[in-house]
Each structure stands twice: as C-alpha cells, then as structure tokens.
C-alpha cells in the first residue's frame, strides 16, 4: 500500500516513522517532509506544500495513493479532506465543518456550551467598544483569543486590564492576526495543570490514545514566550485512571455525542487541550483537529497497535472492534529549536551528530533539509529527541543524553522537560 503523509514537522515524521513500519505498507510519501522524511525507511519527500490541495490531490490520483494522513490544520479546515472524499479517494482528518472544532474558537465554545462540557466562562466579541466595557468589569489575568487560526500564537494571558484591553484592540483592528483575530473571544483564566487528550473519532465510535503533557512556554520554569511544544512526554501521571475516566465521560463522549446531534461528521484525530483544575474536574481549553505536535512523537514510540489497520477501521466506522496496544514504558521528547524560535531565528547551520542510531532513542526532525554539505536547520523547531523508558525519568535522561552528541551554532533546548512527572516519581 502507497500511503501519504502531509506536513513537514516532527508530528508528521513520527506519523511516518509509525505508519511505515505496517506490514501492508511498501511506500509511506510525505509532503513536503523534512530531511528525516526524506531519509527514513519506506519513505519519500514530494515536493509539494501541505496547503497545495490541488496539487496533493493530482499526486495522490497519479501515484495510486490509498490511504492519506493529515497531519496539520491548515489543509484540514481548509478542506482537504472533502477535496479527497469527493475524488473518491481515502483521506483521514476531519472534513472541513467539523475542522471547524479547531478553526473557529466561536464555533468551539458554543459548541462545547450547547453540549454542557466543562469550559471557561466567556464572551465573544466583533466590535472593540463592547470588549472594552465588557473587559473593564472582569478581574485578571483574562485570557483573550483571536477566534481564527494564527499558528499557535492567537492566545494572550494578560496579566493587567491594560494588557487585555491592547490585545483586543489589536486583534480586533487585524493588526495582530488579520482576518483570524476580527473576532475574540475573552474568557476567565483557569488554574491548574495541562494535560494533552488525544482520541481518534470515526463519526460514532471513539478511542482514546494514550495521554500525554506538553511544555509550551520556551523556557525553563514555564516561563517566556509560548511556543507550539517545547517537549512532551506521555504517559502523562497527572491523568490517572481516575481522571482519565472523569475526561471519558465529561468531555470526549459528550463531544462525539455532541457532533452527532449536530449532525457534524467527525472522522479524523480529536485533541483535547484540558486544564486539570485542584478540584479534580477537567476543562476544556481548546480542541484541535489534528494530532498535537510535539505530543505525537512520545505517543508514536509508545504505541505497539499497527496505526494503518487503526486508520483504516475508523474510515470504516468500525473503531469499537479496535483495541489500543502500548508499551508499558514512558517516552519523553524534547525539542530543539533554533535560537531566538519562535521569534526571528537563523537557518542553514549544520546539524553534527545526527545519523548514530541508538537502541531506544529516536531523533524525529522538524525543521530540517538535505544540502550538499550535510544536514541543516531549516525551521524555528529543528529536531525532537525522544527516548522510551521504564521510568519518565529513565526516559528523560536517555533524551538528554542523546542531545548531549548533537549540536549546531544556535542549538537551543529546555533542559527540564518532564519536570513535573519527574517530581511525582521521586515523591
Ligand atoms: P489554546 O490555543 O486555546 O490552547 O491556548 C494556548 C495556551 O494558552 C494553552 O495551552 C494554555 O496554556 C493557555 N490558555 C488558554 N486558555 C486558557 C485559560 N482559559 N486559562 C488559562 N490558560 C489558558
Ligand atoms: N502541542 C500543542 C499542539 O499541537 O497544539
């Protein structure tokens, strides 16, 4: 079976990595890829952007595709999948009104208000005088969102009035985010723990993947810019069974159930970002149509069940007779960004030491490309080194000894990556 992946991340390399090792696979394509794509087992690279519909899809026709994964939003609520429905050919993800979940958090919040799953409270707004009075009556932080997608960085935390009242002036106005940021939402903060809940939906049934935490802030502590993922690891002890039953019942099931009473078709991967409140109770933050990144590349280390056969009995409609194998063990991943991500930041610097495979150990590549001279940086997010352990300790020192034989001029990483389940192993 031909398969094709689209997406350049690590997200779409471990989607890769995993799907090629299918008995049924002989070719796993990816577009456009990275240099780990372009170097893996069973794979290759096609040229083409993962917002190139036209232009996948003819790929697909021409090479005899029977199975396409998507790995990003973009192309999702963009349609992609309705694009390959109409053209009879198998694509997972979810078709464009039901990406809507991700591309619109209007959409997401009414959504989750109408089905009475626990979420912050919130307002939702067009016109920046209503925002303003509105804004001027809640205590802080208040939490302001740019309704549409901006690449991970359409949420601001404003610590002071003064700070919600700028963001929402600027998204309102288009500055921030163009068209994305024309409408807002304002919601309460909420405290707790984060945790990453990943299921994958085919129109009725629903399997949750294992659970998994990521680290958005760059730096260590939690503290600087929000990224897409500084690193992540799964299992995440913060979801024990108790939880994760509590997440089963008060959120996935009531969203599968949700779409279905509106008549919304949801096939594809399902990303709940939760906040774990102290009283226990896990609320929404946001959904997302796709797998997270960097949370896939610790799932896919992790998961021993054949994803093609997983992927293919959810496009069926016959997920309840699947079953979810994992391997006991933690897997732990921490990316390395160029310096400066996700502000301005340097391409084209050499990556030593890439290539010395190790038991274990897998280096999933981001933002990466073949050159002549070698294999360099070629994104903001360059590489994530994941390692299986019995312990997320165990796993987190074999990562960080894996980073210690890598390295190029602006190689910049989070050196406390799994921090939290690491306190709770040693309690
Ligand atoms: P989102 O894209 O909506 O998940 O927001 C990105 C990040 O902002 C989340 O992962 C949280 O760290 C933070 N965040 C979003 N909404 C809230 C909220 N209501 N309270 C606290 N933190 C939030
Ligand atoms: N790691 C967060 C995301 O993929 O949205």
Redo the contacts with the bound molecule.
């Keep these: 079976m031909k398969v094709l992946v689209i997406g350049n991340g690590g997200r779409e390399h471990a989607l890769a990595w995993k799907l090629s090792q299918s008995p049924e696979v002989h070719i796993v394509y990816v577009a456009p890829g990275n240099a780990g794509t372009a170097t893996a087992r069973k794979a290759a690279n096609v040229a083409i952007a993962a917002d190139n519909i036209d232009a996948l899809l003819e790929f697909a026709q021409q090479n005899k595709v029977e199975l396409t994964v998507v790995g990003p939003e973009v192309p999702l609520v963009a349609g992609i999948v309705d694009r390959f429905d109409a053209a009879g050919l198998r694509c997972f993800g979810p078709a464009q009104a039901a990406a809507q979940l991700e591309g619109s ?1 209007a959409f997401a919040k009414a959504f989750l208000d109408r089905h009475a799953i626990p979420t ?1 409270a919130y307002r939702e707004f067009t016109e920046l005088a209503a925002a303003v009075a509105y804004i001027e009556t809640q205590s802080v ?1 208040l ?1 302001i ?1 740019a309704d549409g997608l901006a690449a ?1 960085k ?2 601001v ?1 404003a610590m002071s009035t003064a700070e919600a009242l700028n963001a929402a002036a600027r998204m309102l106005s288009g500055d921030a985010f163009g068209q994305a940021g024309r409408r807002i939402i304002v ?5 707790g723990e ?1 945790a990453s809940f990943i299921a994958i939906v085919d129109g009725e049934h629903v399997l949750p993947l294992a659970s998994s935490q990521d680290h ?1 802030a760059r730096d260590e502590g939690g503290t600087g810019p ?1 990224t897409g993922g500084m690193g992540a690891y799964s299992p995440a002890p913060a979801v024990d069974a108790d939880t994760h039953a509590r997440i089963m019942r008060d959120v996935i099931k009531p969203a599968v159930a949700g779409l279905v009473s509106d008549g919304i078709y949801y096939r594809g991967f399902l990303y709940a ?1 939760l ?1 774990l409140g102290t009283d226990g109770r896990p609320r929404v ?2 959904f997302n149509c796709r797998c997270g990144d960097p949370e896939t590349q610790p799932i896919m280390m992790r998961m021993r069940s054949d994803l093609v056969k997983l992927i293919q009995a959810a496009l069926d409609g016959k997920l309840h007779d699947e079953e979810l194998e994992w391997d006991k063990r933690a897997a732990l991943g921490v990316v390395l960004t160029a310096g400066g991500y996700p502000g301005d930041y340097a391409t084209g610097e050499l990556i030593e030491g890439l290539g010395a495979e190790q038991p274990e150990v897998v280096v999933f590549h981001a933002g990466t490309a073949i050159t002549p001279a070698g294999i360099k940086t070629d994104g903001g997010r360059v590489l994530c080194v994941c390692a299986l352990g019995d312990s997320v300790s165990e796993a987190q020192a074999r990562a960080y000894a894996r980073i210690d034989s890598l390295n190029w001029p602006q190689m910049y990483y989070r050196r406390d990556i799994g921090h939290r389940a690491v306190a709770r192993e040693t309690l």
Aim: net charge negative; aromatic share 4%.
């Design positions: 958090k912050a932080p939490v969102k991970g359409g949420v935390i919601e309460e903060f909420l405290e984060e958005k929000n970002g906040m933050l946001e």
